[in-house]
């Protein structure tokens, strides 16, 4: 089993940047596919970006929504993976969750079995 934390939400600014991380326990993170996921308050889960196992050819995507703004990265030596989020809208406020499993498609909640608490972000108009 794999346990996850994530750290780096806050408050920031339309244009801004953060940068989450994912800690995980338990085993090597670079044999599970990462996703990230989001939840906006009366909306469902949203996937946001998912990079795969790595002898798989870590491959990565991201949602439509994201693409040239958010980067997913894994380090293996520290066992953590990062969402790198730049020029940040309001829309992108919502609770951002770090999944890891097997990840076929890294784009469905389901392939996950293994997910964090959440980080809040909060983008201010």
């Known amino acids: 089993q794999v346990q996850l934390v994530e750290s780096g939400g806050g408050l920031v600014q339309v244009g801004g940047s953060l940068r989450l991380s994912c800690a995980a326990s338990?085993?090597?993170?670079?044999?599970?596919?990462v996703g990230w996921f989001r939840q906006a308050p009366g909306k469902e889960r949203e996937f946001v970006a998912g990079i795969g196992i790595l002898w798989s050819g870590a491959r990565t995507s991201y949602a439509d929504s994201v693409k040239g703004r958010f980067t997913i990265s894994r380090d293996n030596a520290k066992n953590t993976a990062y969402l790198q989020m730049d020029s940040l809208k309001p829309e992108d406020t919502a609770v951002y969750y770090c999944a890891a499993g097997r990840g076929y498609t890294l784009m469905r909640p389901g392939e996950y079995d293994s997910w964090g608490q959440g980080t809040q972000v909060t983008v201010s108009s």
């Open positions: 338990g085993r090597t993170l670079s044999r599970d596919a």
